[in-house]
Nanobody, 123 residues
């Protein structure tokens, strides 16, 4: 079992930056791919970013490329999502997820999920 806890959300203005954290406990976290997803009210959950177990490979949704950066510190069992140049359309609940298989993770079928943290960007 892996437990994931997100933090760092809040209310910011357009153009601001925010860093989300996903802290993990339980089984060997460094063996897992980790991703960030988001869900806005009335919309389906969507993929935001993912990172390999080593941190050497990352993937981003087109809508956040160049603005968001995913990273991880396995010594701290934590994955980060640095968000810059935030836009009102980035407003959503953000969730981190983990899985040993990247294929499952990328389609939103990861085995483990956090409870989410809300990000609200005002115009």
């Amino acid at each position: 079992q892996v437990q994931l806890v997100e933090s760092g959300g809040g209310l910011v203005q357009a153009g601001d930056s925010l860093r989300l954290s996903c802290a993990a406990s339980g089984r060997t976290f460094s063996s897992y791919f980790v991703g960030w997803f988001r869900q806005a009210p009335g919309k389906e959950r969507e993929f935001v970013a993912a990172i390999s177990w080593s941190g050497g490979n990352t993937d981003y949704a087109d809508s956040v490329k160049g603005r968001f950066t995913i990273s991880r510190d396995n010594a701290k069992n934590t994955v980060y999502l640095q968000m810059s140049s935030l836009k009102p359309e980035d407003t959503a609940a953000y969730y981190c997820a983990a899985d040993t298989k990247i294929s499952r993770l990328l389609i939103g079928r990861g085995d483990y999920w956090g409870q989410g943290t809300q990000v609200t960007v005002s115009s």
